[in-house]
């Protein structure tokens, strides 16, 4: 039998998964992407089509990692943006701190408040400060997208960086409400015992 499943070829994570070289994207597009992906690669189907099991399992293994990888990289809007920077030979300096004095004292407060909010289970502090942090996020991937278009790259790894703590910051939220909601439904569940 001949072998029918090429291993995974591609310029890049967009080419992978069938995107325009851009940061605006359709997440439905790229979810749909996934499962196409997924399902290509599932160890039963590449098996089916290769005669060696053992080479057929590492391929599957080996384009499910990068699978994994493209969909993480271009999911979020900071690893997208340092992607795109990567690719355009920009990326150097973008671990270095962030310069912006009014944004560090802006990211701080806020770090600070939901620090206190997710000490205190307090679940209104942080529902009111998750759309502030969504609405800073949409700023910088606004400014990110501008910049990089115009090929400002200073700007645009400037807005990559404060992206990067949007989205740590965003994911601490959102862990955070998880957790009260969990807590919420244990003691739902005590009721029961």
Same mark, same amino acid.
């Given at each position: 039998?001949?072998?029918?499943?090429?291993?995974?070829?591609?310029?890049?994570?967009?080419?992978?998964?069938?995107?325009?070289?851009?940061?605006?994207?359709?997440?439905?597009?790229?979810?749909?992407?996934?499962?196409?992906?997924?399902?290509r690669?599932?160890?039963?189907?590449?098996?089916? *089509?290769?005669?060696?099991?053992?080479? !057929?399992?590492? $391929?599957? #293994?080996?384009? @499910? =990692?990068? &699978?994994?990888?493209?969909?993480?990289?271009?999911?979020?809007?900071?690893?997208?943006?340092?992607?795109?920077?990567?690719?355009?030979?920009?990326?150097?300096?973008?671990?270095?701190?962030?310069?912006?004095?009014?944004f560090?004292?802006?990211?701080?407060?806020?770090?600070?408040?939901?620090?206190?909010?997710?000490?205190?289970?307090?679940?209104?502090?942080?529902?009111?400060?998750?759309?502030?942090?969504?609405?800073?996020?949409? *700023?910088?991937?606004?400014?990110?997208? !501008?910049?990089? $278009?115009? #090929?400002?790259? @200073? =700007?645009? &790894?400037?807005?990559?960086?404060?992206?990067?703590?949007?989205?740590?910051?965003?994911?601490?939220?959102?862990?955070?409400?998880?957790?009260?909601?969990?807590?919420a439904?244990?003691?739902?569940?005590?009721?029961?015992?």
């Amino acid at each position: 039998m001949a072998d029918l499943i090429p291993e995974a070829q591609f310029d890049n994570f967009f080419a992978l998964f069938e995107q325009p070289v851009q940061f605006e994207l359709s997440q439905d597009s790229l979810d749909q992407h996934l499962r196409l992906l997924q399902k290509r690669y599932h160890p039963d189907n590449v098996a089916k *089509n290769l005669t060696d099991k053992t080479k !057929a399992q590492q $391929q599957s #293994e080996q384009a @499910s =990692a990068l &699978i994994n990888q493209g969909y993480q990289t271009l999911s979020a809007p900071d690893s997208r943006a340092a992607y795109l920077l990567d690719m355009a030979g920009q990326a150097q300096t973008l671990e270095n701190s962030i310069a912006d004095l009014e944004f560090l004292e802006d990211a701080m407060e806020l770090r600070i408040d939901l620090g206190e909010a997710i000490d205190s289970n307090d679940r209104p502090e942080l529902e009111k400060l998750h759309p502030q942090i969504l609405q800073r996020l949409n *700023n910088q991937s606004e400014r990110f997208n !501008a910049t990089y $278009q115009n #090929e400002e790259w @200073s =700007a645009a &790894i400037d807005a990559t960086q404060k992206l990067k703590f949007l989205v740590k910051l965003d994911a601490d939220i959102t862990t955070g409400l998880d957790d009260i909601a969990s807590a919420a439904q244990t003691d739902d569940d005590d009721l029961y015992v």
